[in-house]
């Protein structure tokens, strides 16, 4: 499967930046600009505009770009030292700032890590040009200027490197097809994912809040959202236990020493929160749960018997992300990560993974995510950032595609997607607007064990070292319910919906036949409320169905006549009357069943 950065469309794309960058240029010289890369599904470029951009601009801009395209300009790429760079660019200071770190070492164009001095190129078309690695396509003429668009999302703002503390800058989004039809395919999805945004959807159905005073990127779960997250632990729980995992709870912070110890400090220190001194020693909040799940295996000598061990947590992690990256559930500081650490023999290590796979199939299944396929994460070859030695890397790399191999798993191998102890496995699940997501993930680690130099003693009665596997089914809680949000449009599954069913009683004398009926549900273990709320029943119906209840429960004399309910389901469907016991098994073999049906 050809990525999407080696794609046509994503030269394209990112060929479309430039050709906005130069639009906007023309229309405001004095503008300065910062970058504009390829992103999923399209570009966007970042300007500090001596005004703010009004609707008419954005259509001016969109067809002066349409007669660039059309004008057939080559991209012609160039090298360039760092002096040149500077003279080039000497009146963006943006720019200026982005040599500096190409130069040194630091952050490149698009704000990726970088220790080492990166070569400086350069691209042209026409009078523009730009600071830039590429790639793009050969002439503005394969652009189709049909199938583009930069009016489809209003300019929105952006920190200059995400930091809160820089310039505010204007980002004007766009998109790129390479054929009109596929153009107005992806702006109806895009209208699709703004009624399903889980941003608007999770407030409105009661399921989460962010509140300024509590902390940016810190989401508060009211009782239906703590609901959903409890259903789907309860559910992994079990499913775990089911397979001999052992639960354990580690604390939210941890010595600093014992992130150095794992490497998490010194590769990842940017992203975690400042160090807190307590009593002459420095702590952390704790970023990852792995070195905890060390700690408690190291804790007692092992044996080869008591081997495969398999500790499970739902453990709350927390990672300084810049305000400007901030984005609903998907992008946190503070989320919750259905970890689990095992450690194996060596000979125990295929089997192992084997049986972790077949685990996140099963919880995919279960939630109806059934269009996915498999990633196999390898090490970049010119990066530095990876740990421990080549042999360990293979043996890793072949046991993760014999185990794909031997599921006949649809996968692929992708270069730089590896953690800095070892590869993994990624599953990348395509949703019903058609965008991909990463959710569970499997890893093979020989290194942390040798960091911590964790042993257990064989057969041989010889000291040896365990291999540890990482795995986490939905990832991060928070940015997984996020997922499903906009996946299901806010309606899930029944057996996952915070409330299953809703008792409307007719007229007041109903009320008390309701909430007898109410009472048995939950008896079953079925989540129910009642509304005996003034108003007609054809409006409550309407706010059940709004608020993605899968069964509204009519009930009136005829009903109580029958031991009946007249049931109607989220989708308009009317089953009419039946028999409440009847009811109640139909409804617990569809939860039981995690059934993503309702009747």
């Known amino acids: 499967m050809e990525r999407y950065q080696d794609s046509k469309l994503y030269r394209i794309r990112h060929t479309a930046s430039h050709v906005m960058a130069q639009a906007m240029l023309e229309k405001f010289p004095e503008a300065k600009i910062a970058i504009g890369p390829p992103i999923e599904d399209g570009f966007y470029y970042d300007f500090d505009l ?3 951009l009004t609707e008419e601009d954005v259509v001016e801009v969109e067809q002066r770009m349409r007669e660039i395209i059309r004008e057939g300009h080559e991209l012609v790429c160039r090298d360039v030292s760092a002096d040149e760079a500077r ?18 070492g630091g952050e490149d164009e698009y704000g990726e890590k970088t220790f080492e001095p990166i070569k400086i190129t350069t691209y042209r078309q026409d009078t523009f040009e730009d600071l830039c690695r590429g790639p793009h396509v050969a002439n503005t003429k394969e652009i189709n200027p049909d199938a583009l668009s930069i009016t489809f999302k209003a300019p929105a703002g952006a920190y200059w490197r995400g930091d809160e503390h820089r310039q505010m800058l204007t980002r004007i989004y766009g998109t790129a097809w390479e054929t009109k039809e596929q153009l107005q395919e992806y702006l109806d999805l895009l209208e699709e994912a703004k009624k399903r945004d889980h941003r608007v959807l999770g407030p409105k159905l009661g399921l989460f809040v962010i509140e300024p005073l509590v902390g940016k990127g810190l989401p508060l779960w009211k009782p239906k959202g703590a609901t959903v ?26 010595r600093l020493e014992l992130y150095r110890t794992s490497g998490h400090y010194p590769y990842y220190k940017d992203s975690q929160f400042t160090p807190i001194e307590v009593e002459g020693e420095e702590y952390l909040l704790k970023p990852m749960n792995c070195p905890h799940h060390i700690m408690i295996y190291k804790s007692e000598m ?17 990672r300084y992300e810049k305000s400007g990256e901030l984005t609903g559930l998907t992008r946190v500081r503070g989320f919750t990560v259905d970890d689990s650490h095992l450690f194996v023999t060596p000979e125990q290590l295929q089997d192992e993974f084997i049986e972790v796979v077949k685990l996140i ?19 970049d070859p010119e990066s530095d950032k990876y740990v421990g030695n080549d042999d360990v890397w293979e043996k890793s790399t072949q046991a993760i595609i014999q185990a794909c191999e031997t599921l006949g798993l649809n996968y692929t191998v992708e270069a730089g997607e590896a953690a800095f102890y070892g ?14 997501w990463q959710l569970g993930t499997v890893q093979v680690d020989y290194n942390l064990p040798e960091r911590f130099d964790l042993e257990y003693v064989g057969e041989d009665n010889e000291r040896h070292r365990p291999v540890m596997i990482h795995r986490a089914p939905f990832g991060s809680l928070e940015r997984f319910v996020a997922i499903l949000i906009e996946h299901y449009n806010g309606a899930f599954p029944a057996w996952l919906a915070p409330v299953q069913a809703v008792m409307i009683p007719i007229a007041d004398r109903h009320v008390p036949y309701a909430q007898e009926v109410a009472a048995r549900l939950r008896a079953e273990g079925l989540r129910v409320d009642v509304d005996d709320s003034q108003g007609r029943v054809g409006a409550k119906v309407r706010e059940a169905s709004q608020m993605r209840i899968p069964w509204m429960l009519v009930v009136g004399d005829r009903d109580i006549e029958k ?3 007249s049931v109607r389901l989220r989708t308009g469907e009317d089953l009419g009357a039946i028999h409440v016991a009847e009811f109640i098994n139909q409804a617990k073999l569809i939860v039981d069943s995690k059934s993503i049906e309702l009747a």
């Open 50 to 52: 001596p005004r703010s």
């Open 87 to 104: 003279d080039l660019f000497k009146d963006q200071p943006y720019k200026l700032e982005l040599i500096d770190g190409l130069e040194h």
């Open 229 to 254: 997250r409890e259903t789907l632990e309860r559910f992994l729980r079990q499913a775990q236990s089911d397979r001999g995992y052992e639960p354990v709870v580690t604390p939210h912070i941890g």
């Open 302 to 318: 092992r044996s080869y018997r008591d081997l495969p061990i398999r500790y499970a947590e739902f453990g709350t992690v927390y």
């Open 361 to 379: 199939q099963y919880v995919f299944g279960s939630l109806g995510l059934n269009d996915f396929r498999a990633r196999v994460g390898t090490r």
């Open 423 to 436: 590869p993994k496995l990624d599953f990348i699940f395509r949703d019903v607007l058609k965008r991909e």
């Open 563 to 565: 031991s009946a309910v």
